[in-house]
């Protein structure tokens, strides 16, 4: 029994991993159809933020506080850069976004190694995230990062429900042409997507560099899952990528424990595909009556 | 000049470049090397038609390579071991009994048929499926990496019987031949550039036929091509099919003329690799695909062991340069109306093509 | 575009292909006579200096590692060619990038040699790059010293391996588990070759030695979620861990471990892929106490040792450790030196026959080639790792040991290989 709920929990726990890494994604690719392949390398600055801001302030609960927002801010800027400099040439070719993030994506990586060195670096665990919580198996990290992930899904629908701002957001998605006709300056409201989106990103970074170590391939690791949480989730609706990404962390722990953790990677993928046989718009769609 | 003069030109210009001029001014190692470029450049024909034609951005072609590789070594592993003999890793690591599935791949004609066959009912299959779902654009492109992922990691997950992340090398005997012998490498060679002179002349004739007109046409309107009758995913699924045989065929000779084919060569990174060179030539091109992806390969080579880092930002800078400015590749730069491949390294006229097409993949 | 001439498109394709055939003048059947006859070595010693090979991967996920490994290479050779070289000749450095790939290894490894024509070379971490350079150094006949640890069950004419194997590693750290008194352990590795073939030994090993396997367990080359891999080792009740993890995965493995309770004094996890220099990438606070199996650790007294570290630290920094591949590969340019010397000759043949018994008095202690296997008899150590980031010998082997890359001293061990 004590078994199954701390595997249940693994589960749950990988799904907030998932969820704060595709959260970004969901909002970029969902909202505005560009695919960032870059996405990850967002997550590898903010994971790299926390490790500045470590050596800095020294304290390791502070760092992390203080990392949190200036981790925002990393993967932020280098999306709002991004998105200014190349992608906004690029609205009508989506696949070319793919390849350009790509290539975008293969040089901020050859760039930390430059900065940082090839060696992976570390970031301490605050004293008050360490070890598990009470007499459970759950680590107090994982907990934290479920906090976070839960934290950073319900401040974004609300932003996206409430707002102005997230009412000109929604109004580009839905149509962009009627919005601009509206008033809506849709270039900032990509701009503005773009920035949180990559923003969240960075958050990503900084609750991985929790779980393991940062080198520069942190993101490669988890570009494909949050790309996959998208498409299964649905695009469009942030609600599709929290179930998915819960269900496929879920999923995937399952076969892990009755299995191996390879072949486990291996069913979930052909899952995956089977599903998207089934239901090839995903989770949750937008009804739209385009033919697309 | 006349347009299928043109070609024709172009086209013996090609040839007595790969049959005459690289043999004659390259050595052993060198020829070698430009080989397995041209194994990579098979699979460049193939993603140029898919996705410069067909609109579909392939990113998992390292499955069908790999797939193509795999076979040609696992009949290289067998024949090495000789009749009845088991390949010399399984002794190694498994329990030394060979696995039902490996045994038909003693047979050399089993063999050439499976690589050809193979791949192409896989991808015929899987592309119908998902097509006829109208999955497409970004949402094919990351099935088809995550297809990419999951074969990478069952061939290093399975390793008494694929070699895991060892993946199959030393191979003594191709079909027979001796493969330490220089005189069989370099026929290994000529087999290389025959085969992809072939496909590029194929590919040729299918762009200009109905079927690469209606593959046109279903990657700039899907709809409209439906409401006339026509099945595009069927029309899809060919093209597909198509591109997956010529990544077989070339992973089938990089085996032998690499003398190793790993989990390396085909996962998520190598299979957006592979990509690049058609980019940067010029996708929906005839020939800026092979050049570009041969350019490509042989700068990597040169620079990279020089300058590691330079390579890397060099590499990705161009990649962005020339999929966010030049969509038609560098191709589109020479001539206007006639893209033509000529990267400045030929001068001889090259084979003319239609139109630039635009951008691929509208959604 | 008209669609005209047809006919002479397939002719280009008939021509073409016809030429390929014509021009393919077969060469040898494999097994004629003659076909196994070696390439002429190329190799130049006329003049004042002689070519040797590095081949490491600059670049790539190997490239934190084997950094490391072509620093002390470059070490070694600076302090052999100021010492007037071998054989009155200044080593010339070859050197390439590996790029973390098998094939790009094997593609380097025959540049090295045809196009280069070194007289030998050094590198290769990863067991997919060493399978993937042998045929060529086989069918080339030249010379690969190859220093990392690695999984036995190989032994070429053409490698010289300078690293251990497995009875100089992981039966030591069995040995020295059994004699702590553990009786159920966890195997932990990353899927590749070196953890299986590792786990295949111990599973022998445990079953003659009275230890139970209670769980084995691996994660793909860089996986970093280990929840489910740490729950599964809780709950088996193992006493002990065997950890043959790569890189990165044991930095997420190990915080996984010590966040759910685990501690180093009643589970410890024996590592045989953590050494000095990746302390500090996994963080010390979350290895602390946790024990390693090499046959190096920079805090190993000896004179030799002492002069190494203080020459290391003064080309590249008080802040670089020393670790067991870079010792090992340090070790293998002074005894291809020594080989050399011996056979007074750069020949690879003559070296073959030099190299039995060829000593070195190597920072690790003195070290000798078996020439039957082109392994090197070592000293094991396990060690403990501090909380200065350094790891501390705890035991050590009685002696040197000999290498026995197929295990054929052990009886448990038989029908492995």
């Known amino acids: ?292 | 000049m006349n347009p299928a003069l043109k070609t024709w030109a172009g086209f013996g210009g090609a040839a007595v470049l790969l049959f005459a001029v690289a043999p004659a001014a390259l050595s052993d190692f060198r020829l070698n090397l430009l080989a397995k470029f041209l194994c990579l450049a098979m699979v460049a024909v193939g993603i140029g038609f898919a996705w410069g034609r067909g609109g579909m951005l392939v990113l998992g072609q390292g499955v069908f390579f790999g797939l193509g590789g795999y076979l040609m070594a696992m009949h290289m592993k067998l024949a090495d071991a000789g009749p009845g003999g088991v390949p010399d890793f399984m002794l190694l690591y498994g329990n030394g009994v060979l696995p039902g599935w490996w045994e038909p791949m003693r047979s050399p004609v089993v063999t050439v048929l499976a690589i050809l066959v193979l791949p192409a009912a896989l991808a015929l299959v899987l592309g119908y499926a998902v097509f006829r779902r109208r999955v497409r654009g970004a949402y094919f492109a990351i099935l088809s990496q995550a297809l990419a992922a999951a074969f990478a990691l069952l061939l290093i997950g399975q390793q008494t019987v694929t070699g895991g992340t060892n993946g199959l090398n030393g191979f003594r005997s191709f079909f027979g031949y001796d493969l330490a012998d220089p005189l069989n490498k370099q026929t290994l060679y000529y087999i290389c550039a025959g085969v992809l002179l072939a496909m590029v002349a194929g590919v040729r004739l299918l762009m200009n036929s109905r079927y690469g007109e209606l593959l046109v046409a279903v990657r700039d309107q899907e709809n409209r091509v439906r409401f006339l009758g026509y099945d595009p995913a069927l029309i899809k699924a060919g093209a597909y099919a198509l591109a997956a045989c010529f990544a077989a065929v070339g992973g089938a000779l990089f085996t032998p003329v690499a003398g190793i084919i790993s989990p390396a060569d085909v996962g998520v990174v190598p299979s957006i690799s592979l990509l690049i060179g058609v980019a940067i030539g010029g996708r929906a091109t005839l020939l800026g695909p092979v050049i570009g992806s041969i350019a490509v390969s042989w700068a990597e080579t040169g620079l990279s062991e020089r300058f590691p880092s330079i390579w890397t930002y060099f590499l990705g800078g161009l990649f962005i340069v020339v999929v966010a400015f030049l969509p038609n590749g560098l191709a589109s730069l020479t001539f206007r109306r006639r893209p033509s491949p000529a990267t400045g390294k030929q001068t001889q006229p090259a084979t003319s093509v239609d139109l630039p097409a635009t951008s691929g993949g509208h959604p | 575009m008209p669609h005209s001439s047809k006919s002479t498109r397939r002719s280009a394709v008939t021509i073409a292909l016809a030429a390929a055939l014509a021009l393919s003048a077969c060469g040898a059947k494999a097994g004629e006579s003659g076909s196994a006859a070696p390439a002429e070595s190329c190799v130049d010693t006329s003049g004042s200096a002689v070519k040797i090979g590095f081949l490491n991967s600059l670049s790539g996920t190997m490239a934190i590692s084997e950094q490391t490994v072509r620093d002390s290479l470059d070490l070694a050779a600076a302090e052999i060619n100021a010492d007037g070289g071998v054989l009155g000749k200044q080593l010339q450095i070859v050197a390439e990038d590996g790029a973390s790939e098998p094939t790009v290894f094997a593609e380097k490894a025959d540049k090295l040699i045809s196009s280069d024509c070194v007289a030998a070379v050094f590198g290769g971490w990863t067991s997919s790059s060493r399978k993937a350079m042998l045929p060529v150094f086989e069918s080339k006949n030249s010379l690969l010293f190859y220093p990392v640890q690695y999984e036995g069950l190989e032994a070429s004419k053409n490698i010289f391996y300078t690293g251990a194997t497995t009875n100089q590693q992981i039966i030591p750290g069995m040995d020295y588990l059994k004699e702590q008194g553990k009786s159920k352990v966890f195997l932990v590795g990353s899927d590749y070759v070196f953890p299986r073939t590792a786990n295949k030994i111990i599973n022998a090993y445990a079953k003659a030695n009275g230890i139970e396997i209670v769980g084995e367990e691996y994660a793909p080359l860089g996986h970093t979620d280990f929840a489910t891999i740490v729950n599964k080792l809780k709950a088996s009740g193992a006493d002990a861990v065997f950890n043959t993890l790569n890189g990165d995965s044991n930095v997420a493995f190990f915080k996984e471990y010590k966040n759910v309770g685990l501690k180093a004094e009643t589970v410890p996890v024996v590592s045989v892929s953590i050494a000095e220099e990746e302390v500090g990438g996994i963080g010390v606070e979350n290895i602390e106490g946790q024990l390693t199996a090499w046959n190096y650790y920079q805090t190993v007294k000896s004179a030799e040792n002492e002069t190494f570290v203080k020459a290391f630290k003064a080309e590249y920094g008080a802040g670089r450790p020393t670790s067991d591949p870079m010792e090992a590969a340090y070790t293998s340019l002074y005894l291809w030196k020594a080989m050399v010397e011996k056979a007074d000759s750069f020949d690879v043949a003559a070296v073959q026959t030099a190299a039995d018994g060829v000593t070195f008095d190597a920072p690790e202690g003195t070290v000798t080639v078996n020439g039957e296997n082109h392994h090197i008899a070592k000293t094991a150590y396990i060690g403990k790792i501090d909380q200065d980031g350094l790891i501390y010998p705890v035991w050590e082997s009685e002696g040197a040991i000999e290498p026995d890359p197929f295990l054929k001293g052990y009886d448990w061990a038989a029908g492995l290989s």
Request: net charge positive; charged share 10%; hydrophobic share 55%.
């Open chain 1, 1 to 292: 029994m004590d078994a199954l709920f701390s595997q249940l929990f693994a589960g749950v726990s990988l799904g907030s991993v998932l969820l704060l890494v595709a959260l970004g994604l969901a909002l970029t690719f969902g909202q505005m159809g560009v695919i960032n392949m870059a996405h990850g390398e967002f997550m590898m600055a903010g994971a790299y933020t926390a490790f500045v801001v470590q050596h800095v302030v020294s304290n390791a609960g502070l760092s992390l506080l203080i990392a949190l927002p200036l981790g925002f801010l990393a993967g932020g800027l280098l999306g709002l850069l991004l998105e200014a400099t190349l992608l906004r040439r690029m609205h009508s070719r989506p696949l070319d976004t793919l390849l350009v993030t790509f290539g975008v994506a293969l040089v901020l990586q050859q760039l930390a190694r430059d900065i940082f060195g090839a060696p992976n670096v570390d970031v301490r665990a605050p004293a008050w995230l360490q070890g598990a919580v009470l007499d459970t198996t759950i680590p107090k990290t994982r907990l934290f990062i479920l906090v976070l992930a839960v934290v950073a899904v319900s401040l974004l629908a609300l932003a996206l429900k409430l707002t102005p701002l997230g009412r000109r957001i929604r109004a580009t998605v839905q149509n962009r042409d009627l919005a601009e006709a509206s008033g809506i300056s849709t270039t900032s409201a990509d701009r503005i997507t773009f920035f949180l989106g990559s923003g969240l990103a960075g958050i990503a970074g900084v609750a991985l560099s929790l779980l393991g170590s940062i080198g520069p391939t942190l993101g490669t690791n988890y570009i494909v899952d949050a790309f996959l949480v998208v498409v299964v989730g649905g695009i469009g609706q942030l609600k599709g990528a929290v179930i998915a990404a819960f269900s496929l962390g879920v999923v995937q722990a399952t076969f892990e424990y009755s299995t191996t953790a390879s072949l486990a990677k291996v069913l979930l993928l052909v899952a995956i595909i089977a599903f998207l046989q089934v239901r090839p718009q995903g989770l949750v769609a937008l009804r739209t009556r385009s033919l697309a």
